[in-house]
T-cell receptor, first 115, second 116 residues
Framework: ETGVTQSPTHLIKTRGQQVTLRCSSQ?????VSWYQQALGQGPQFIFQYYREEENGRGNFPPRFSGLQFPNYSSELNVNALELDDSALYLC??????????????FGSGTQLSVL | AQTVTQSQPEMSVQEAETVTLSCTYD???????LFWYKQPPSRQMILVIR??????QNATENRFSVNFQKAAKSFSLKISDSQLGDTAMYFCAFMNYGGSQGNLIFGKGTKLSVKP
């Protein structure tokens, strides 16, 4: 078990709604990365936050946005939900925004279903 | 753009035997990192092993070892003395050196079943 916790574990929304997913990073970690894992696929990088600033973004539209708080916890917000947004959303924390020898610690994810 | 390909959607192995999972990748970069992650039913991604591309020596972690062939862009995972707890999805992943630390590019995964 890592110290990364995500909430909620499961969520059901309808198309067009907005959703906020939360991640509490491991103690001492200042970097949080978010991934989307569709059914039967590997995780895809959404974005990363380092010391409250966005520090890299994958190929996701602007309706995917995030925040990182002074305690380094993080939120992922998705507006105007689409059916294809149904997926497992994983959060990973680490120490250091740029490439280091520190490894990523993943949470158990939030399973989002969009109906 | 970098891509990671895992050509074996599913594999099975008898307990105590050895199994090898395949991974190929495509990149024009010279410096990068490669990883194998395990995802059990708990859904949490767990790092199994990591390889720096500039190191010729293959990484080893207990029962897990890799065969890294840089010229062939191949990165296979060997699991020795398979245990029931090794049953999981296994993902090969790539990361550019100097990029955002969390920006991993994953393959589609291989579902490994260890049978008693």
């Amino acid at each position: 078990e890592t110290g990364v916790t995500q909430s909620p574990t499961h969520l059901i929304k309808t198309r067009g709604q907005q959703v906020t997913l939360r991640c509490s990073s491991q103690s001492g970690h200042n970097t949080v990365s978010w991934y989307q894992q569709a059914l039967g696929q590997g995780p895809q990088f959404i974005f990363q936050y380092y010391r409250e600033e966005e520090n890299g973004r994958g190929n996701f539209p602007p309706r995917f946005s995030g925040l990182q708080f002074p305690n380094y916890s993080s939120e992922l917000n998705v507006n105007a939900l689409e059916l294809d947004d149904s997926a497992l959303y994983l959060c990973a924390s680490s120490l250091g925004g740029r490439i280091t020898n520190e490894k990523l610690f993943f949470g158990s994810g939030t399973q989002l279903s969009v109906l | 753009a970098q891509t990671v390909t895992q050509s074996q959607p599913e594999m099975s192995v008898q307990e105590a035997e050895t199994v090898t999972l395949s991974c190929t990748y495509d990149t024009s970069e010279n410096n990068y990192y490669l990883f194998w992650y395990k995802q059990p039913p708990s859904r949490q991604m767990i790092l199994v092993i990591r390889q720096e591309a500039y190191k010729q020596q293959n990484a080893t972690e207990n029962r897990f070892s890799v065969n890294f062939q840089k010229a062939a862009k191949s990165f296979s995972l060997k699991i020795s003395d398979s245990q029931l707890g090794d049953t999981a999805m296994y993902f090969c992943a790539f990361m550019n050196y100097g990029g955002s630390q969390g920006n991993l590019i994953f393959g589609k995964g291989t579902k490994l079943s260890v049978k008693p």
